[in-house]
């Protein structure tokens, strides 16, 4: 079985190259504009079709070599087939290379990329970890990015072989949360105390800096955000791991609530919305996904209402049962335990269900989902 991976790599380009690729990054994006109006005028975003109407006119009027323009041409048709970007003009920030404009060189790690005027082979910056996953690879597909601070970077796609899903002998359910980020079945939870600490503090330094608008503030603003990012990211990083070990060592699927949409589903106190919608949970979601797929751990994904509301234990479900954020009291057979508990078994318990339905778990769950569908007390 093969999944793709993207690594990561920074560009070290001379002044000469970081130019002309600026000026490619430009052209780009102006093309992909073009290419969307271009879309909206024939009433099509099929690219066969888009690119018949104006893929001459985009080399000429922008220089773009003919991948490249068949590039933007293909971005364009596929962004005008998400409603939320129908209307939306591309920013000049990333380009999207394939195998006749880019290549990879092993042996002193440099990238080759076609740009507006040239082909440059560009050096590159790896860590260890790059290096690894690099070596021995024909990379045919990437993505040039700059990001905010102006740093480029190359998101490279590999393909590797990972293992089949295990046969699983059971499910560990996950409640993601604000006081508790993570918290399973077992009753292990992933506090986000630390974690509040650090919002607020860097909260509070953007309300003093924001009212200046100076570019001192400017720049101290936008590092404060690199910092925040980096700082979820790790934290994510750190909790997707220890929850796809723990399955992995119990032979279990991982059972996550569906939450797309959901921000535009609930409302929170004005107090209180900064916390609820200030970690990025879909971004912990994607590394449990992809560190679940490399270690052949399955990932299900359930319905996520009334988990914090509904009895893990008789399944009754009312909202007095949620006595606090914390505290979960059954008022049809008194069962009280705390509430992440009870949500990560009400998970847990759905996600049985599924299993069975779609096969994912093997024959011997139903027996065994007997003593898994009490809470652990």
Not at 99 to 109: E, G, V
Not at 301 to 330: K, L
């Amino acid at each position: 079985m093969e999944a793709v991976r993207t690594v990561v790599c920074k560009l070290a380009p001379t002044p000469e190259q970081r130019a002309e690729i600026e000026a490619t990054l430009v052209a780009f994006a102006a093309a992909c504009d073009f290419a969307a109006e271009t879309a909206r005028e024939i009433g099509s975003t099929n690219k066969v079709r888009v690119q018949q109407a104006g893929y001459r006119e985009i080399r000429v009027r922008f220089g773009l070599s003919a991948n490249l323009a068949i590039r933007a041409i293909a971005r364009a048709c596929a962004a005008l087939k998400v409603p939320a970007r129908m209307h939306s003009r591309f920013a000049p920030t990333s380009i999207d290379y394939d195998a006749r404009i880019f290549s990879f060189r092993a042996w002193d790690w440099t990238f080759s990329l076609t740009l507006l005027d040239s082909r440059q082979r560009i050096k590159s910056r790896l860590g260890d970890r790059q290096r690894r996953l690099l070596t021995g690879q024909h990379p045919t597909s990437a993505t040039l990015v700059k990001r905010r601070d102006g740093a480029l970077f190359l998101h490279v796609q590999i393909a590797e072989t990972v293992p089949d899903p295990v046969d699983t002998t059971g499910v560990v359910g996950v409640d993601l949360g604000v006081v508790n980020l993570a918290a399973t079945d077992d009753g292990e939870t992933f506090s986000g105390g630390s974690v509040d600490v650090v919002r607020r503090r860097y909260a509070r330094r953007r309300r003093e800096l924001q009212p200046q608008k100076t570019k001192s503030a400017r720049k101290r603003l936008r590092a404060i955000r690199m910092r925040e990012s980096s700082f979820r990211r790790n934290q994510n990083h750190v909790i997707s791991k220890r929850l796809v070990q723990k399955a992995n060592g119990t032979a279990a699927a991982i059972a996550l609530e569906d939450l797309a949409g959901i921000g535009q589903r609930t409302t929170a106190r004005k107090a209180n919305r900064s916390r609820l919608k200030g970690w990025a949970f879909y971004q912990l979601r994607q590394f449990v996904e992809y560190k679940a797929l490399s270690a052949g751990v399955p990932v299900l994904f359930v319905d996520p209402r009334n988990t914090s509301r509904q009895c893990s234990g008789c399944g009754h479900t009312e909202r007095a049962n949620r006595r606090s954020r914390d505290a979960f009291v059954c008022q049809a057979c008194s069962l009280s335990l705390p509430a992440d508990l009870n949500a990560a078994c009400n998970i847990r318990n759905r996600a049985l269900v599924m299993a069975r339905k779609v096969g994912s778990v093997d024959a011997g769950m139903e027996a065994r989902s007997r003593t898994l569908t009490s809470p652990l007390l």
